[in-house]
């Protein structure tokens, strides 16, 4: 939802800047016109003003479907109006390949808003038919109007360097929006959506790292298991089950700065950390985790809770073949604390 109304609120700033872009360039040229006593095109241009101004107010109330539809119908129509009036050396007919991108852009955006989308595709065929019949009428007939080469070519200079401009712009957005997807996906592959911790997926990634490093026998790794959490979705259901995790991995988080940490599965947590001096200074630190866990008061609603855990801690070997062979040790750890009676850490 706050993503969805950060993309609004940036599609209305664009769209404000973009119409106000147009507004003015379509001012300007109304003036020249006007100058030059080229009626037809002052007028033409006068009406574009009036739609452009119409466009503030579909911006302003997010009737981005609307403003899309008058600005590709303005466009296009004054795009084979101003060529078959002025000729093809103003180059009116770029606006074509700029307007492409830009729909695109609006499409993509649309989908992201959960808005109805633009039919990109359509649009395109459309400005190619107005492309075309720029490119014929000025084949087919001269110029309807005439005003000076010099007026000529810096009307085409400055069309040029719109349309690139556009084209730099929107293409650095969609470039912009592609990588932070990107980021997005890689963040919800990597993390844990409950807890928001990494996920066993990055921890693998991680161990593999470990084991190949040259120091890989100066890390252990525990594995934590929370007592009977099923008593806990039985008893006051499976949202006090996620708040358990939740508010665990949030302690977890705290109290292992050093370390890391992800959710391995289920009710279990992974720690992997290096050997703090020796093993058995290592098991104490692990042990005062355990120890501040098990007094911390867990409030759920009315009820307050006590949550235990049980811990397996395998310090890392040469002699292990794989991160399962790691990973299943420490396994075998907790599963004897289990056995022995619960909140207990077994090295």
Sequence with gaps: M????????FVQMLSKLVNTSVFT?????????TYFQVTFLSVVNFISLLMYTICFGLIYRNKYTAYIWVTYVEMSLYMCIATACLGWD??????????????????????????????GFYFSFMLVAAYLFCFICTRVHEPLYYIDKHIANLHLALNSAIVIVFLV???KIVLRAVLHSENLLKSMAHHDELTGLHNRYHMLDYLQNVI???????YFLMIIDIDNFKKFNDTYGHNCGDYVLKRLAELLLEK????????????????????????????????DLRKSIASEDFQYSTYRLKITITGGVAKFHRSFK???????????????????????IVA
Excluded at 25 to 32: A, P, Q, S, T, Y
Excluded at 91 to 114: E, P, Q, R, S, T
Excluded at 212 to 218: D, I, L, S
Aim: charged share 25%; glycine share 6%.
């Design 2 to 9: 706050e993503e969805r109304f950060s993309n609004e609120k």
């Design 256 to 287: 292992c700065e050093d370390y890391s940490v992800c959710r391995w599965g289920g009710e279990e947590f992974l720690i992997v950390g290096q050997i703090d001096n020796n093993m058995n200074n290592q098991v104490h630190i692990l042990e």
């Design 322 to 344: 794989d991160i399962q062979s790691w990973v299943d040790m420490a396994d075998k750890k907790l599963y004897q604390g289990k056995n022995s009676g619960k909140n207990k």
């Design 212 to 218: 190949t490093a040259r120091n890989a026998e100066e």
């Design 25 to 33: 360039v379509h001012f300007l040229m109304l003036l020249e016109f």
């Design 169 to 171: 712009v929107y293409i």
């Design 90 to 119: 103003y180059g009116f007919y770029l606006y074509c390949i700029g307007l492409i991108v830009v729909i695109f852009y609006a499409d993509y955006m649309a989908i992201k808003m959960h808005r109805k989308r633009y039919s």
